[in-house]
């Protein structure tokens, strides 16, 4: 007799587990988690840099408004002192003045005269000769010439004048139109000035040479 072969169980097949998707994508997790990583950083950074942009603006505005006050002082400063220094007047008639190697005192200045000179050789203005008596000192330690040309009258009206040398010329023992004068000399003389009729004298800029920077007085 045949013997049956004895029946037995089988095992019920064991279902697969199913796998996350992270773990099904390791490589596209890693790119993920460095991607978040960076865009937390760079968001933490933007924050950072907000908040110190707003520390330079309030730095920058308080800077500003030190400087104002400082400008705003100064400028007040100024103010007080321009107006506590009084400004220097210019020298005028009797006073000394100096420029260069010469030393010009003005002594009288005649206005309104018609005619310069002698009765044979005299020279008669074309509106008014106005004479300037001065005095010049050589206070160099070597001769200068005087040009009577050198010499700028200027009337009220900002007009300048230039000398008339042969009204100068005409004039007994005047010293003025040209003289070379030596150390510690002294010349006198007369500048003569045609000028309209109504023309007023204010100042005369005075010069030892054409090439000095010359010195203002006032004749009024």
């Not at 206005?111 to 009765?119: I, L």
């Not at 010049?136 to 001769?143: A, L, P, Q, R, T």
């Amino acid at each position: 007799m045949t013997q049956q072969p004895q029946w037995q169980p089988t095992n019920p097949p064991v279902p697969a587990v199913q796998k996350s998707w992270f773990g099904r994508h390791k490589a596209l997790s890693v790119i993920l988690g460095i991607t978040l990583t960076i865009v937390l950083v760079c968001c933490g950074a933007g924050v950072l840099s907000m908040g110190g942009g707003s520390d330079d603006a309030s730095s920058s505005s308080d800077d500003s408004t030190t400087d104002d006050a400082a400008d705003s002082t100064d400028s007040t400063t100024s103010k007080k002192t321009s107006k506590d220094v009084p400004e220097k007047s210019a020298p005028g008639i009797g006073d000394s003045a100096r420029d260069g190697k010469f030393e010009f005192t003005i002594s009288k200045v005649e206005k309104g005269v018609a005619s310069v000179g002698s009765e044979y050789f005299n020279e008669k203005a074309d509106g008014q000769f106005v004479l300037v008596h001065i005095t010049v000192k050589n206070i160099g330690d070597e001769s200068q010439t005087l040009f009577d040309s050198e010499q700028k009258l200027k009337d009220t009206q900002g007009r300048s004048f230039s000398t008339d040398s042969s009204a100068a010329i005409a004039m007994e023992d005047n010293e003025m139109w040209l003289n070379e004068i030596n150390p510690g000399n002294s010349a006198k003389g007369t500048l003569v000035y045609d000028m309209p009729a109504d023309a007023q004298p204010a100042e005369i800029e005075l010069h030892d040479s054409m090439f000095s920077g010359g010195v203002t007085v006032s004749l009024k």
